[in-house]
């Protein structure tokens, strides 16, 4: 009987905690793509990331391979990969242009996509050549 009331409060217990941990890092002023990239519009130029979420899932990063500066880029195709102690996932652009910056930083430091997925831990910036791409 013990056994039966401590499995249920634990399994309610880890109910409660994914589905806060789920909401958590949604901030306003970013899209999200379906496949956990998250786009930051500034006019024609968009900050591309991973979202928490894959982060979380993908586990320590220990190598973010990035695009080449002047590469075009396609809404919805890859455009490198971020690999960790668990697996390596392609990174998909959820905008279309020509790559203008990459996150230099995270060559020498790709926990930085762990430790701050929405600050440091940014990828890509793109001169998006359709924004309306992004209107739903």
Not at 18 to 26: D, E, I, Y
Not at 85 to 109: F, I, M
Request: net charge negative.
């Amino acid at each position: 009987m013990a056994t039966k009331l401590w499995a249920s409060r634990a399994a309610s217990h880890l109910r409660i905690s994914v589905f806060r941990r789920g909401f958590a890092s949604v901030i306003p002023d970013l899209k999200y793509a379906d496949s956990h990239e998250w786009v930051k519009v500034d006019g024609t130029s968009a900050t591309v990331g991973i979202t928490d979420h894959a982060q979380d899932h993908l586990g320590d990063v220990v190598y973010v391979e990035l695009p080449e500066v002047g590469a075009n880029v396609t809404q919805g195709k890859s455009f490198g990969a971020v690999e960790s102690v668990k697996a390596t996932s392609d990174v998909n652009s959820p905008v279309s242009g020509k790559v203008v910056e990459v996150n230099e930083e995270l060559s020498n430091s790709p926990g930085l996509v762990n430790g701050s997925p929405y600050e440091n831990g940014w990828i890509m910036k793109v001169e998006m050549s359709d924004a309306g791409e992004l209107t739903p």
